[in-house]
Nanobody, 124 residues
Framework: QVQLVESGGGLVQAGGSLRLSCAASGRTFSSYVMGWFRQAPGKEREFVATIRWNDRRTHYADSVKDRFTISRDNTKNTLYLQMNSLKPDDTAVYYC?????????????????WGQGTQVTVSS
């Protein structure tokens, strides 16, 4: 059974940084595509970034490009999202997800496995 557990969320001022982690277990993830999504109150879940586990190829939403960096540590089976230059509009619950779909996969419904989410709040 695949399990994804996010951590690292919190409250930060605009312009600050946070690093989210997602500990993955239950599979060998070399054939998986991993993603980060976020959902703000009253809004749909939206794509943030994705990475292909085996070759680290990445793809980002335009809204976070050049500010966020997705990465993974194969030895720790952990996915990361480094978030810099945070804005109040980045406030949301952030979720990590896993799929065996082709890369890049940016549609939430195509991801099979999800974490429970971690809250990120950016104050102005």
């Amino acid at each position: 059974q695949v399990q994804l557990v996010e951590s690292g969320g919190g409250l930060v001022q605009a312009g600050g940084s946070l690093r989210l982690s997602c500990a993955a277990s239950g599979r060998t993830f070399s054939s998986y595509v991993m993603g980060w999504f976020r959902q703000a109150p009253g809004k749909e879940r939206e794509f943030v970034a994705t990475i292909r586990w085996n070759d680290r190829r990445t793809h980002y939403a335009d809204s976070v490009k050049d500010r966020f960096t997705i990465s993974r540590d194969n030895t720790k089976n952990t996915l990361y999202l480094q978030m810099n230059s945070l804005k109040p509009d980045d406030t949301a619950v952030y979720y990590c997800a896993a799929t065996v779909n082709t890369f890049p996969t940016i549609t939430a419904r195509t991801y099979r496995y999800w974490g429970q989410g971690t809250q990120v709040t950016v104050s102005s």
